[in-house]
Every structure is written in C-alpha cells, then in structure tokens.
C-alpha cells in the first residue's frame, strides 16, 4: 500500500534527534524535533531526501551527514581569547561549557569556554558539530495525501525562491 509511503506530493512529519559523532552533544542541539514539509516541492538536504525516499510511516532511519553537508571543517582561526570584563556575566564563564548571552545589539553570541584564568577566556566559537559528522535519527511520524491547501502553503513559503 503506497498511500503511507514517502514519495512525491505527499505531506510528511517526521521526528529527529541529532547526534554529533565522536564527541558529546549538548543538550539544546540533541534536543528532539518535529516538521512537517511536502516532499518534492519543499527543500530538504538531498542525503535526507534520498535516505526517507521510499520509507513508510512508522519506519527509523539513521542518517549520517559529514561535515561539508553540515556545520562545515573545524576553524581553528574561530578560537579566540576574550576579556572577561567584555561580558555581561563573567560569574557564569565555566571551562568545558557553553557560555551565552545577547549582545546589545541584539545577537546571540555562544561559544564554549576552553579556559579561563587572568582575567581572560579562550573561546571557542565553533559550531560544536564543525568537522564532525551529524548523526540523525529520523522516525517517519505521518504520510499523508497533500491537500489543495498543502500545495498553496507551499507556494507561499517558497515564492522568490529559484
């Protein structure tokens, strides 16, 4: 029966957890996360397309994504030594956890602490995934027929785009 089978023109919401390879993943990136998307006519990395093309709902899949289609090659240029008095909570700079807060300006700005000690900290402002692979764990939650709706919505989000 192809009507719960991932293929072309059909609404897909799947669940995924993302692991990095090798290492410990922080807790905000492995956190689990639903979507649903019209497969076919919205984008999607085409390593996860091919690897649910053909699943069924209900199905698990694993997908390894390497770096180049993920967070890219660890930049070593992306450690840099900080002032502690640059930040808002120097109280909160641990070694070996990510420190956070927002700019001023409004940006977000994360890194994690590898030292501290006079006053300073290296940061490490790399993405904790760079030059590792991405784990995902995928469970196809729901295949469904795409309604007229479905198709509009996709129009919608994905006008401009070419």
Request: no cysteine; glycine share 4%.
């Given at each position: 029966m192809d009507d719960k089978k991932v293929m072309?023109?059909?609404v897909i919401t799947l669940s995924y957890q993302l692991e990095i390879e090798g290492k410990e993943t922080p807790p905000w990136f492995s956190r689990p996360m639903r979507v649903s998307f019209l497969y076919g006519r919205d984008p999607l990395m085409p390593l996860i397309e091919q690897a649910i093309t053909g699943a069924k709902e209900g199905d698990e899949l694993t997908v390894t994504i390497p770096p180049?289609?993920?967070?890219?090659p660890y930049d070593k240029?992306?450690?840099?030594e900080i002032s502690l008095d640059q930040l808002k909570n120097p109280d909160?700079?641990?070694e070996g956890e990510y420190y956070q807060e927002v700019?001023?300006?409004g940006r977000q700005l994360m890194f994690l602490v590898l030292e501290k000690k006079n006053g300073k900290?290296?940061?490490d402002f790399n993405h904790p995934a760079a030059g590792h692979n991405v784990i995902m764990k995928i469970k196809i939650d729901e295949v469904r027929e795409a309604t007229a709706m479905d198709f509009a919505a996709c129009d919608m989000r994905n006008c401009g785009s070419g």
């Open positions: 072309p023109n059909k180049e289609q993920a967070y890219g240029s992306l450690v840099q909160q700079v641990k700019t001023p300006t900290v290296i940061a």
